[in-house]
């Protein structure tokens, strides 16, 4: 199952980036960026369901990631990408955390948005 945690650890461990929380108000919006430029490759939230268009009322964690705009339509595909929270919708997605998209093909899109933000 893909968690926060998982994906906070997949981090930590190949790139040695720890998240930061930077709104008091949202404590739990981690952001992960890069050491040496500062720009976000990826954003952990927790947002209610129906601001992704789902029927559901409870609150879901959700990871955004910057992906190529070619790339991005063939991934919403999956019942678990929506169009991006929060961010441009053209160049980011977000992904529901707690569903069954493959973890690996989730590091995989981590390791390609940590690449594109460079």
């Known amino acids: 199952m893909l968690t926060r945690e998982n994906i906070l650890e997949y981090i930590e461990k190949k790139y040695a980036i720890h998240a930061d929380y930077p709104w008091q108000d949202k404590p739990c919006y981690a952001v992960l960026r890069h050491q040496h430029n500062n720009k976000w490759f990826a954003l952990i939230l927790t947002v209610p369901a129906i601001s992704l268009g789902l029927a559901e ?41 707690n569903s069954p998209f493959l973890q690996q093909q989730l590091y995989h899109l981590i390791d390609w948005s940590f690449d594109l933000t460079r």
């Not at 964690?61 to 169009?83: G, M, T, W």
């Open 57 to 97: 009322t409870e609150q879901i964690d959700i990871i955004n990631l910057k992906c190529d705009p070619a790339v991005i339509d063939s991934l919403r595909q999956s019942e678990a990408i929506f169009p991006a929270y929060h961010m441009n919708k053209r160049h980011w997605f977000s992904l529901r955390l």
